[in-house]
Nanobody, 119 residues
Framework: QVQLVESGGGLVQAGGSLRLSCAAS????????????MGWFRQAPGKEREFVAA???????SYADSVKGRFTISRDNAKNTVSLQMNSLKPEDTAMYYC?????????WGQGTQVTVSS
């Protein structure tokens, strides 16, 4: 069984910052989390879910062009967590944010955490 629990979302003004966290648990992650590529994804109302950022087992990172230079993904393998530091937030960053393996697995989606950026 796999569980991914996202937290840290909220309402923030444009230009503000938020830090999202994702806690991974379950048999799949308990002993192998450090070997998995992990990612953050988001889905805005009326739009399809899209890739935001990823970090692989060697901590190499990649970002969507829309967030490059503003968002930073990191991981703590001792705690089985993945974080997303979001700075200089824009109204278009408003979405439900999810973590998952990268590429994402359909059976791993959690509840997500809502980020709302007001203008």
């Amino acid at each position: 069984q796999v569980q991914l629990v996202e937290s840290g979302g909220g309402l923030v003004q444009a230009g503000g910052s938020l830090r999202l966290s994702c806690a991974a648990s379950g048999r799949t992650f308990s002993s192998s989390f450090s070997t998995y590529n992990m990612g953050w994804f988001r889905q805005a109302p009326g739009k399809e879910r899209e890739f935001v950022a990823a970090i692989n087992w060697s901590r190499a990172t990649s970002y969507a062009d829309s967030v490059k230079g503003r968002f930073t993904i990191s991981r703590d393998n001792a705690k089985n967590t993945v974080s997303l530091q979001m700075n200089s937030l824009k109204p278009e960053d408003t979405a439900m944010y999810y973590c998952n393996r990268n590429p994402a697995r359909d059976d791993y989606w959690g509840q997500g955490t809502q980020v709302t950026v007001s203008s």
